[in-house]
C-alpha cells in the first residue's frame, strides 16, 4: 500500500507544482490562519500565514500536503498561539455533509470493520462492534451520485434561507463543492463578521427551524397541562409561509399511510382536500372541519411539524457556531478522493456536476488492483462495480479508489 500511497503524493505534488493550476486567495489573506496535512508524516501545520497566494502555493510544492484548509476568521496575528491570535470577526461558514443526511444508499457502498475482531458490516457505522463490543471501528464511505443529491438538496434549501428570509445577496453568499460528500457555503459580509457564537446559534436555529412561535406556545401550554386556546396561526412570510405552502402540499398529496407515518390518525383530512385548503390554509379557519380541530390531536400541529423537518436545512451545527473554524481551501484537493474544493454560482446549483467539475487529473490511465467498488461515474466515465480484479483507470479514478483504501497501484 506503501507504493500506492506514493502514487498519491506524487499525483497531488504534479497538480500543486503546475503553473495551471488555479488556488483562488480567499478574502484578506493576511489575516488568515493556515494549517495542512501532510501526506508522508502525517501531521497538521497549524498556525501558519502569508501574504500572497503564490507563496501559498510555493508551501505545497514543497511539503505536498492531503488536505489544505484555512480560518474562517480574520486575526491580527494568524501566526500566534489561540488566545493572542487577536480574533477580527469570522465568515459564517455551512457544512453540508452527506454522512449527516439519511439514504438509502449508504447499505450499499458504505462498509465498516471491526479492529478488534474483524468483524464487518455495510451502512452505518456502529458505536460498538456487534460481535465483540469493541469501540475501533474502521470505515469506508463512498461519495455516490444519490448522496451528492441529497446534500445538494439541503444546499437549495440552506440558500433559500440566506437569499430569500436572511437577506443576503447573491455576492455575500459564496457555494463549494467540498471534494468528497457535501458542499459549503460561506456568508462573507462586513455585517455579520462580528457575530458571535450565541448569535450564530440563532441563525442554525432558524435554519433548522426550532422555536418557531407556531409551535413554541402550545408546547408550553401542554407542559403545564392545559390546552392551547390560541389560535393556529399562519402569516405569509419567512417560515410561516414554508409551513403553509408545505402543509398545503402535504395534503395534497397525502395518504392514509402519510398520516399514519407522521401519528395522525384521524382521516377527515383526506376527505374534500379543497375545502380544506382553502378553509384551513388561505382563510385560517383551522378549527372549521368536523373531526379535525387543534385541540383534538393535534392534527395541524403534527403536519406543521412534519413539514418543518423536511424544509429545514440539514446543516452540522458545530461548524457554523465555530468562531474559529478550519474550512477547506477553494482549488485545493480533498485527500479522501483527489477531489478538488471547487466554487460555482449558486445560479448554477441545480445543474452542477461534481463528477465532472472538480476532476483534477484528467490524463493517463494507471493500472490498479481493485477489492471492491461500486459502479461510479468519474470525468465522464462510468466504471466498475470491481470486486478483486486488476484494471486500467483513468488516473482520477485510480486516485479516487487508492484515496478511499478500495484499491493498490501495481508496480
Excluded at 387 to 403: D, G, K, R, Y
Amino acid at each position: 500500500m506503501a507504493f500506492s500511497w506514493d502514487f498519491v503524493c506524487e499525483k497531488f505534488s504534479e497538480f500543486y507544482r503546475n503553473p495551471s493550476t488555479d488556488i483562488p486567495a480567499p478574502a484578506a489573506i493576511d489575516q488568515r490562519e493556515f494549517a495542512f496535512l501532510l501526506f508522508k508524516e502525517r501531521a497538521m501545520v497549524r498556525h501558519r500565514s502569508v501574504a500572497k497566494i503564490s507563496r501559498l502555493k510555493s508551501l505545497f510544492s514543497e511539503s505536498v500536503p492531503s488536505d489544505v484548509y484555512h480560518s474562517c476568521a480574520y486575526y491580527e496575528n494568524p501566526e500566534a498561539d489561540m488566545g493572542k491570535k487577536g480574533w477580527l470577526g469570522a465568515d459564517i461558514v455551512f457544512d453540508i455533509d452527506a454522512d449527516h443526511i439519511p439514504t438509502s444508499c449508504d447499505k450499499i457502498h458504505d462498509e465498516w470493520t471491526c479492529g478488534t475482531c474483524g468483524f464487518c458490516g455495510k451502512g452505518v457505522t456502529p458505536e460498538i462492534c456487534p460481535s465483540c463490543g469493541g469501540m475501533k471501528l474502521g470505515a469506508k464511505t463512498w461519495p455516490c451520485e444519490q448522496c451528492l443529491d441529497s446534500a445538494k438538496d439541503e444546499t437549495i434549501k440552506l440558500v433559500g434561507f440566506l437569499e430569500d428570509d436572511l437577506g443576503f445577496s447573491d455576492k455575500d453568499v459564496h457555494v463549494f463543492f467540498s471534494g468528497h460528500r457535501g458542499y459549503h457555503v460561506h456568508v462573507e459580509n462586513d455585517e455579520v463578521r462580528s457575530l458571535d457564537t450565541l448569535a450564530r446559534r440563532e441563525i442554525v436555529d432558524y435554519v433548522l427551524g426550532l422555536g418557531l412561535s407556531v409551535f413554541e406556545g402550545r408546547e408550553k401550554a401542554k407542559s403545564q397541562s392545559k390546552k392551547s386556546s390560541s389560535p393556529f396561526l399562519l402569516h405569509d412570510f419567512g417560515w410561516n409561509a414554508r409551513l403553509k405552502e408545505g402543509m398545503r402540499e402535504f395534503i395534497l398529496n397525502a395518504t392514509k399511510d402519510d398520516l399514519d407515518r407522521i401519528g395522525v390518525k384521524n382521516y377527515a383530512i383526506l376527505q374534500n382536500k379543497n375545502v380544506i385548503l382553502k378553509r384551513c390554509l388561505d382563510e385560517g379557519r383551522w378549527d372549521s372541519i368536523r373531526g379535525v380541530s387543534i385541540s383534538s390531536d393535534n392534527a395541524w400541529i403534527k403536519i406543521a411539524k412534519h413539514v418543518r423537518d423536511l424544509e429545514s436545512a440539514k446543516i452540522d451545527t458545530v461548524v457554523t457556531t465555530d468562531i474559529h473554524r478550519l474550512i477547506r481551501m477553494n482549488g485545493t484537493l480533498h485527500g479522501k478522493t483527489g477531489l478538488k474544493k471547487i466554487e460555482f454560482s449558486i445560479r448554477n446549483l441545480d445543474a452542477f456536476d461534481p463528477f465532472k467539475e472538480a476532476v483534477a487529473f484528467k490524463d493517463g490511465t494507471v493500472k490498479v488492483f481493485v477489492s471492491g467498488a461500486p459502479e461510479f461515474r468519474l470525468g465522464g466515465n462510468v466504471l466498475g462495480p470491481f470486486s478483486n480484479q486488476t484494471v486500467e483507470l483513468p488516473t482520477a479514478a485510480a486516485v479516487l479508489l487508492v484515496c478511499k483504501g478500495r484499491a493498490e497501484v501495481k508496480e
